[in-house]
């Protein structure tokens, strides 16, 4: 089992910037990846930025150049720096985190980010 709590979310205007934070606890030796989602409403949740226990990432393209996903693998813990926010990007981000051989998903349970124009 691996738990995973989220922080950071909040109201920012068009342009501005905020920093989601996401700690792993529980069974964390077996993480293979970790990563960020989104979810708007009346759409499907996406993945937004997911790194490798290696260090690979990779981002979806719409947020390619302004956002940035870090992982301290010391403290367990995955970050998303959101820079030159958009309405947009206005969504319930989910901490994600891939576990073991079948890469089974666990989640955190949302924060919520709100860009205003």
């Known amino acids: 089992q691996v738990q995973l709590v989220e922080s950071g979310g909040g109201s920012v205007q068009a342009g501005g910037s905020l920093r989601l934070s996401c700690a792993a606890s529980?069974?964390?030796?077996?993480?293979?990846?970790m990563g960020w989602y989104r979810q708007a409403p009346g759409k499907q949740r996406e993945l937004v930025a997911v790194s490798t226990r290696g260090g690979d990432t990779n981002y979806v393209d719409s947020v390619k150049g302004r956002f940035t996903i870090s992982r301290d693998n010391a403290k367990n813990t995955v970050y998303l720096q959101m820079n030159s926010l958009k309405p947009e990007d206005t969504a319930v981000y989910y901490c994600n985190a891939r576990v073991g051989v079948s890469y089974m998903d666990y989640w955190g349970k949302g924060t919520l980010v709100t860009v205003s124009s």
């Open positions: 529980g069974s964390i030796f077996n993480i293979r990846t």
